[in-house]
């Protein structure tokens, strides 16, 4: 392939790779749920699985980790910490000791009530009407989507 010398085409820019705008636009997102994370007592990680676990009480580590993309070694000490806090009870499940099962506490549950302005507010930092968040959203879903199969489809290393 003939090397094109016009540095607009040029692929290996900064600003032109996908994936550092999104790497970029995540720091920036999650530095900005930071202080509000903060209030609440959780990290953004925490807050992802307290998102998961909002929607359904009780989920298995396995199906916890599936939902956010996360193995069990990164999900194990963030479901410890939220237990210390008093958020989550882990328990083995009674029917397959082999499963963990996680549960909201009642100060998890009442913990959602005070996250329900957290959405709110980042959705005024973005500056953008609702419709244009959403079609981002599920744009990158989709992206993900693809790329996860992209990677299996091909021989490219985990």
Not at 35 to 45: A, H, K, N
Request: glycine share 4%; charged share 25%.
């Amino acid at each position: 392939m003939e090397r094109d010398d016009d540095s607009a085409t040029d692929w290996l820019l900064l600003d032109r790779q996908l994936c550092f705008a999104l790497y970029s636009t995540s720091l920036a997102m999650t530095k900005l749920y930071k202080p509000l994370l903060s209030e609440l007592g959780l990290t953004y990680p925490q807050y992802l699985v307290m998102l998961v676990l909002w929607e359904a009480e009780t989920l298995t580590v396995s199906e916890l980790g599936a939902r956010l993309a996360l193995d069990s070694g990164t999900l194990t000490p963030l479901l410890k910490r939220l237990e210390t806090a008093g958020l989550v009870t882990r328990a083995r499940d009674a029917a397959d000791e082999r499963r963990v099962l996680v549960n909201l506490t009642k100060a998890g549950r009442a913990l959602r009530q005070a996250a329900t302005r957290i959405p709110e507010q980042m959705l005024c930092a973005t500056q953008c009407p609702v419709e244009e968040i959403q079609a981002l959203t599920q744009r990158l879903h989709s992206l993900r989507s693809t790329l996860e199969q992209a990677r299996t489809d091909s021989s490219l290393p985990d």
